[in-house]
């Protein structure tokens, strides 16, 4: 997810750098996902698929993410009905190379009720801001110094793990989805024989031929600001692309695997 959801942005320690912080296992990629209940649950259905989305060009880079899911909550449902809710959620950012600047635009669906949001920021060592215009109102928001957009809080968290660095990842970014907001993203590597998530790459896994053999961390990610869903758990392979993850979302606890991966080519910049 991508998502996903919402969802998925990133990273600090590395944050007092600055948003020009780039990691030499960061690869443009997009990912395709199946969602699904992570457990049988009695009491609710489930299909969906998301997808996540990182490139870069000679002038910016992108980040996009779309999460589709039909929730049947009906004891015993093997299938999705009319009665179904549906829920729909898009999110796409255009950032500078240089990492001073943002825009990005959000599209979350619940059944019959739409709601968007644009959202412009300034970025970098100094403290920046965030003006959004949503459905109903606009907002404005003080972002602290180091406060990275997505692509760019990518490239820092896979660099921190490249580079072993002791404890926990903090990142700051901005939140995109409902609160529009600077957030602290923490992120704590998993001990091997934790269970939390699965850390082998997905069963039947469409991806180049060297993907396998690109390192892999489990994750634990939260968000103390705003723990609307809890804690998340991400399956993060070196190039950037997120191969797993387990969230919660509408009371319901997901499971996102990987169906597809593909790794887009550096750009050649003059």
């Known amino acids: 997810m991508v998502t996903m959801r919402a969802p998925i942005l990133l990273f600090m320690t590395l944050i007092l750098m600055g948003p020009v912080a780039q990691a030499d296992g960061l690869k443009g990629s997009s990912v395709t996902y199946e969602v699904k209940l992570l457990k049988e649950d009695k009491a609710a259905y489930v299909e969906g698929q998301a997808s996540s989305t990182l490139s870069s060009s000679c002038k910016e880079r992108s980040f996009g993410e779309i999460l589709l899911l039909a929730i049947e909550r009906k004891s015993g449902a093997k299938a999705i009905s009319e009665k179904a809710e549906r829920i729909e959620e898009k999110v796409s950012a255009q950032e500078a190379l240089d990492g001073a600047t943002l825009k990005y635009q959000t599209r979350l669906r619940h059944d019959a009720r739409i709601d968007t949001a644009t959202g412009t920021a300034t970025l970098g060592t100094e403290p920046g801001q965030l003006h959004t215009v949503l459905s109903r109102y606009k907002q404005d928001s003080a972002l602290p110094a180091g406060t990275l957009a997505p692509a760019a809080a990518r490239a820092a968290l896979i660099e921190a793990l490249m580079a072993n660095k002791p404890g926990k990842i903090e990142i700051g970014a901005v ?40 390192r892999l961390w489990a994750l634990k990610r939260q968000v103390p600001e705003f723990n609307e869903f809890g804690d998340e758990f991400w399956l993060l392979h070196e190039s950037g692309a997120v191969v797993r993850q387990v969230v919660t979302r509408y009371n319901v606890k997901l499971l996102f695997e990987a169906k597809e991966v593909s790794i887009f080519p550096t750009p050649a910049c003059p």
Do not use: C, V, W
């Not at 082998?200 to 993907?211: I, N, Q, R, S």
């Open 175 to 214: 939140e995109m989805y409902r609160f529009h907001k600077p957030i602290k993203q923490i992120f704590t590597r998993l001990a091997p024989e934790d269970s939390s998530i699965a850390n082998g790459l997905p069963k039947d896994l469409k991806a180049p031929k060297d993907f396998a053999a690109g």
